[in-house]
């Protein structure tokens, strides 16, 4: 890095120039009517969908004495809100920076002075007030629809809160870096849909985690959706729920150890692989 | 002076293929360079190296005094580049689009009075994804001089405009340059390079054919001018050095004015045709 460049990137104008681009990013992803209603909207209507399709089950949890049960809906809820994270950081930031580079959005700003972290500041930034304004949505609905009970007291809601923001952070990073596979825009969904669809199911997103064999849980704790869905389930389930989790506890440390790792993981990735334009050899 | 662009023996091989070789030119502050040549003859791989895109497989380039391969935000705060294409269908209208670019610049030229400079005042509400081609290339063109750039890279910029559209521009290339603006041209329009370059260099399979001012290009016997006229035999054309003389000849000898007389120094097209005719087979 010259000295020119290293007086360009004081961290004043970076972060000026990324807030710039989340201001930018936000709002043109609402003007993208079908990304709104598919992608934003997707973990709310999933949830409705659970919800009113199992309405009619039997509590889960349910101690002997008969109480202490909770409904169906309230027990997807965490892995719903794990699906959203993972959703709009990973899936719907891989695909879309794709397909900017793709179309020429990413030649013209790699043309212009905007530092490559404001724009990395600008996605993460519009995938966190996107993600958490989605989250604000599936809860209300969640909660005022159907009775689902939110976090009970001060350390339920620091878990949630905790990670939720290391998840939207490493989610946003893994997208930048998984951006840089699919050859082109239009394979991106291709690409990256399933990798993500395969992550979650082995995760227990969309169903119950500890009905899958032992072995396959133990490998889907080398990823970390299976981290954010069970750290999800921490804050929003009762605490005695923690006794069906594979060691029989929440494992909130390597939770956050694994969501850490992967977020270098992401952060190495996106440093290395990240190009404004592919190059050409 | 120092040179704004400096390039010596450029070359570029994909694989096997060679797309550049042994390319040199300089380009002064303050001048208007045209680079014209066919089709694939390497226009666009020379400015995407100098603009930063590309990677040289071999030779120099200076831009502005650094290597455009490693240069940063700082350089490029000093550059204004308008694409040969852009497809992106922005939800934001032209406006915000162009006040957004402007952003990420030090001293960036007023928006309202870019819009002006373009001819999109009009459309500065429209979202760039309703712009008709040749004014989403405005927009480009809007973009690219947005940030008052020391150097700016024109690669093809009027494909698409009505003629009336090409006119305003070249005015406002004009202006530019008034402005002390350096200026690399790629274009097709061989009338569009004689109207606003100052030197042209033509460039075809790759190799750098010819360099110089506009007039000042080809073999001399290709810009030796043409005399045109038709008499009881037909039309005849006879190419002379001395063109007044010729036709102060021919009426004396026919004792009356010929018909369809045309004196016609030969353009830069025809020029340019047969320098890429003659290096060809080169």
């Known amino acids: ?281 | 002076m120092t040179s704004v662009v400096e390039v010596e023996d450029l070359a570029k091989r994909y694989g096997d293929r060679t797309a550049l070789d042994g390319v040199s030119f300089t380009i002064e502050r303050g001048e208007t360079f045209a680079l014209l040549g066919p089709n694939g003859a390497g226009k666009s791989t020379t400015i995407e190296i100098l603009e930063g895109y590309r990677r040289r497989s071999g030779g120099t380039a200076r831009v502005l005094g650094v290597d455009p391969g490693t240069a940063g935000v700082d350089w490029k705060a000093r550059i204004g580049i308008v694409l040969q294409s852009s497809t992106e269908a922005g939800t934001a209208t032209v406006r915000e689009m162009l006040a957004h670019v402007a952003s990420f610049f030090p001293s960036p030229r007023p928006v309202d009075e870019t819009l002006e400079a373009v001819g999109l005042t009009d459309d500065a509400r429209t979202r760039i994804r309703a712009l008709s081609g040749g004014r989403r290339r405005r927009l480009d063109v809007a973009l690219g001089i947005v940030g008052r750039p020391e150097l700016l890279f024109l690669d093809e910029p009027t494909t698409g405009f009505d003629p009336e559209a090409r006119r305003r521009f070249w005015d406002l290339v004009t202006r530019l340059k008034h402005e002390g603006t350096t200026i690399l041209l790629t274009t097709h329009y061989l009338d569009e390079a004689a109207e606003l370059s100052d030197r042209v260099a033509v460039i075809a399979s790759g190799r750098l054919l010819d360099i110089g001012p506009v007039d000042g290009i080809g073999s001399p016997e290709a810009r030796i001018p043409i005399v045109r006229w038709r008499d009881g035999d037909g039309l005849h054309e006879v190419r002379t050095g001395e063109p007044a003389t010729l036709v102060a000849r021919l009426v004396e000898s026919a004792g009356r004015e010929p018909r369809d007389v045309e004196i016609r120094r030969p353009s830069l097209e025809e020029v340019y045709l047969r320098l890429i005719e003659d290096g060809g087979g080169a």
């Open chain 1, 1 to 281: 890095m010259t000295v020119a460049e290293r007086r360009a990137l004081r961290p004043g104008r970076t972060l000026r120039l990324g807030a710039g681009r989340v201001v930018w990013e936000v709002r043109q992803y609402f003007r993208e009517r079908d990304t709104v209603f598919f992608t934003f909207l997707f973990p709310t209507v999933i949830f409705l969908v659970f919800a009113a399709a199992f309405s009619s089950r039997d509590p889960i949890g349910v101690r002997p004495d008969g109480t202490g049960g909770i409904s169906v809906a309230a027990y997807y809820l965490p892995g719903l809100v794990a699906a959203g994270v993972v959703l709009s950081g990973i899936q719907n930031l891989g695909i879309a920076i794709a397909q900017e580079r793709s179309d020429g959005t990413l030649k013209r700003l790699g043309g212009s002075p905007l530092p490559v972290v404001s724009y990395f500041i600008g996605k993460a930034g519009s995938v966190l007030v996107t993600a958490a304004i989605q989250l604000v949505l599936l809860l209300a609905v969640a909660h005022l629809l159907f009775g689902v009970a939110l976090p009970g007291d001060a350390t339920h809601w620091f878990r949630f809160a905790w990670v939720f923001l290391l998840s939207i952070l490493m989610a946003a990073v893994l997208g930048i870096g998984i951006s840089g596979i699919p050859r082109t825009g239009r394979s991106a969904s291709a690409v990256i849909v399933p990798i993500l669809l395969v992550l979650q199911f082995v995760s227990g997103v969309y169903f119950t985690f500890s009905d899958l064999p032992d072995w396959l849980q133990t490998v889907a704790g080398f990823f970390p959706v299976k981290w954010v869905a069970q750290g999800m389930r921490s804050a929003f389930l009762p605490e005695r729920f923690a006794a069906a989790e594979q060691h029989g506890t929440w494992d909130l440390g390597t939770a956050a150890l694994v969501l850490v790792a992967w977020t270098v993981v992401g952060l190495v990735a996106a440093r290395l692989t990240f190009r404004w334009v592919r190059r050409d050899g």
